[in-house]
């Protein structure tokens, strides 16, 4: 069951503990959803003369520790049972340097996408950035800067983030890869 624009209720459960700064207009929450202490989970309606109509998308059993920041202008998606530890950034926004006359913060807004697949794990420290998709069962490790496809069953570890290993379904075993994935001989 979804609980779309039900946010504002469930701030005051024990699901959502004490957020710093939440836009309920854009949420979709899945049941059974845990987001710890100050979260900023923050859908962007309008940036300079832009219009936005941000979509976030929480499914359920999702557990977010505290400290998340996630913008969002477009679509970022969470996945069913995905946990998410302390101190993660999650955009799908970029604020790009074209014109040095104007503040970085002041420049319109390169908007993407992010899609975080079931059951996955992402460590403590980690920033999804635009236009990222990972697959279904991914671990990112700790202080990873992830940003691309990520494929499913697989670990991902650095800065920026690469691909260190993946499930082999035929060998029914985890595999070391190359950075893009493919399996080592």
Known sequence: MWH???????????????????????????????????ARIEGVRKYNNTLFTPRIIIRESVSIQQNIHLTCANRVEIGANTAIAANVTITDIHHPYIDVNVPIERQDLEVGFVEIGDECKIYNNSVVLPNTKIGKHVTVGANS?????IPDYSVVVGAPARIVKRYDFEQ????????????EK
Do not use: A, M
Request: charged letters at 25%.
């Open 4 to 38: 779309k624009h039900k946010f504002i209720q469930l701030y005051y459960s024990d699901n959502i503990k004490k957020p710093l700064y939440i836009t309920p207009f854009c949420i979709e929450l899945g049941e059974n959803v845990n987001i710890w202490y100050n």
């Open 145 to 149: 800067v992830v940003q691309g496809n």
């Open 172 to 183: 029914k075993r985890w595999r070391n890869t190359d950075s893009f994935g493919k399996f």
